[in-house]
């Protein structure tokens, strides 16, 4: 083992010693944040390049992965790993890039994807206006990426959706939301150019972000007509067309934007669309009821919010649960609940849950807390996104029962072992749980933690950045209690000298 000292304390860190491939990728990771720091010159970016493509193709793929993962957000420092790209290596992680305003040349990271970005699944790219320029960019880009499968287009307009129709004919997801240029217009553009484009077999476009565009009831008609197998066209303009459709009709959408959720709504949409799957609620009347679910028989992905604190009961979601928990891959309640949600009732009614999202938390005795704190059975097993956010309804000013907040997130952080996203507000627990959590499961594929606010010291910081190899975001430090600025400084530095394979965001 070898060790590095923890900052002011003096107290030292065991560590892991990394594996000879793994010092390699972070030498070359280092050496390429260095030497692109300034941006170079592109004579000199092609010489890289092409140096670095002598190193293995799955190699340069394993460090892309490393370098991309913190990245939710352009940042010119993460995108210098974009030198490793070549055609033979594919990378699956989101890309951001910012195409350039008129009249300025394209930054260093989009010169290296319009030449090497073949091997590109997934791109964010932010046009901060329309023109000649931008089209002719945007088309190069494409025609490099032309294995995409999920994009983001910020600042979209028709004529921007106009050269995506046709230059991405393997496009599985298409999110323009907030683009105000989008029209009809633009649906008509994907409609006929997935009519004529000729292939044995039908377009894959299969999810639509539409939210905050301009496009019309009418417009999104049409292109469910036209494109029967998307399974989702996220904007408020679906719900109204399902509602004012009185002709029989059956459509392939498995996910609807969020609605108002009554009995009449639920049925006619399960008659609408009989392989639902997905479904964002609101329930903000009296009368509501989540026994209005059994509707929906293929129910994975329940998402629902809501506005009176008393709406929802304990008794009512554990009665839901028990029937339909089995399926559910996804559960998110937020809002006004004014009741505490039995953790351990959740895990052993859905023990396939993937993301788990609650406005609240307990561990009540019974057979189920037992269950959860013993480690009797697979629950938990599946979930990699938890969020836990008691602010954002009425619990933040009722009573809240602080020690069985903390029980519950033990017992839930130590039974989830295969955890990548952890996202919790307030953070009820101290350094002492930490180290006791982690013990127990030490989170190996934990990427993003952002907890706060917490009783929380350096000591804690420093024993997730040892305990937690793949940790690469570690946000809303600055609101916890037992650290300051100066803190901070020496947590960066740390992480810089600890035996880690990837970066580490203190933010």
């Keep these: 083992m070898s060790s590095v000292p923890e900052g002011r304390r003096g107290s030292r860190v065991e560590v892991c010693p990394l594996s000879l491939q793994q010092i390699g990728q972070k030498f070359w990771l280092q050496t390429l944040r260095g030497w692109l720091r300034l941006t170079p010159e592109p004579a000199g970016l092609w010489q890289l390049q092409r140096y670095l493509a002598q190193l293995p193709a799955a190699l340069r793929a394993e460090m892309l992965h490393t370098a991309l993962a913190p990245a939710d957000t352009r940042d010119q420092l993460t995108n210098t790993a974009l030198a490793l790209l070549s055609a033979e290596v594919v990378v699956h992680r989101a890309v951001y890039l910012s195409f350039p305003r008129p009249g300025q040349p394209p930054a260093a990271d989009l010169r290296l994807v319009l030449r090497h970005g073949d091997g590109l699944r997934h791109l964010t790219v932010y046009v901060p206006e329309d023109g000649a320029e931008t089209r002719r960019l945007l088309r190069e880009l494409t025609l490099t990426c032309g294995r995409l499968r999920r994009l983001q287009l910020l600042g979209a307009t028709d004529a921007l959706l106009k050269v995506v129709s046709w230059q991405c004919p393997l496009l599985q997801e298409l999110d323009v939301s907030g683009c105000s240029g989008v029209t009809d217009q633009g649906l008509r553009h994907l409609a006929v150019a997935a009519a004529r484009r000729e292939q044995p077999q039908p377009p894959p476009l299969r999810r639509l972000g539409l939210q905050k565009t301009e496009v019309s009831v009418d417009g999104v008609l049409e292109l469910l007509e036209t494109l029967p197998l998307l399974e989702s066209v996220a904007c408020s303009q679906t719900v109204a067309l399902l509602e004012q459709l009185d002709v029989p009709a059956t459509f392939g959408l498995r996910e609807l934007p969020e609605f108002q959720a009554t009995g009449a709504h639920l049925r006619n949409f399960a008659a609408l669309c009989p392989h639902l799957s997905s479904v964002t609620l609101v329930f903000q009347e009296a009368g509501v009821s989540l026994q209005d679910l059994a509707l929906l028989p ?45 953790v351990a009732q959740v895990a052993v009614y859905c023990p396939g849950l993937e993301v788990l999202k609650l406005p609240s938390l307990t561990l009540s005795d019974g057979e189920a807390a037992r269950a959860l704190t013993a480690g009797r059975g697979p629950l938990l097993d599946r979930l990699h996104t938890f969020e836990y956010d008691c602010l954002s309804g009425v619990t933040a000013s009722w009573g809240r029962d602080v020690a069985a907040e903390a029980a519950a997130l033990r017992a839930l952080l130590r039974r989830a072992g295969r955890l990548t996203t952890v996202r919790c507000r307030p953070f009820p627990l101290v350094d002492d749980d930490l180290e006791t959590i982690l013990e127990h499961n030490p989170l190996a594929e934990l990427e993003v933690l952002e907890i706060g606010p917490a009783q929380l010291g350096l000591r804690g910081a420093s024993t997730l950045l040892r305990r937690c190899p793949s940790l690469c975001r570690l946000g809303r430090v600055k609101t916890w209690h037992g650290i300051g600025l100066l803190d901070i400084v020496a947590l960066r530095s740390l992480a810089r000298a600890l035996s880690r394979a990837n970066q580490v965001r203190i933010l």
């Design 298 to 342: 293929h129910l994975q992905h329940l998402t629902f919010r809501c506005k009176e604190p008393y709406l929802l009961t304990q008794q009512e979601l554990g009665a839901t649960l028990w029937r339909l928990g089995h399926q559910l891959r996804t559960l998110a309640i937020s809002g006004d609940v004014y009741e505490t949600i039995d």
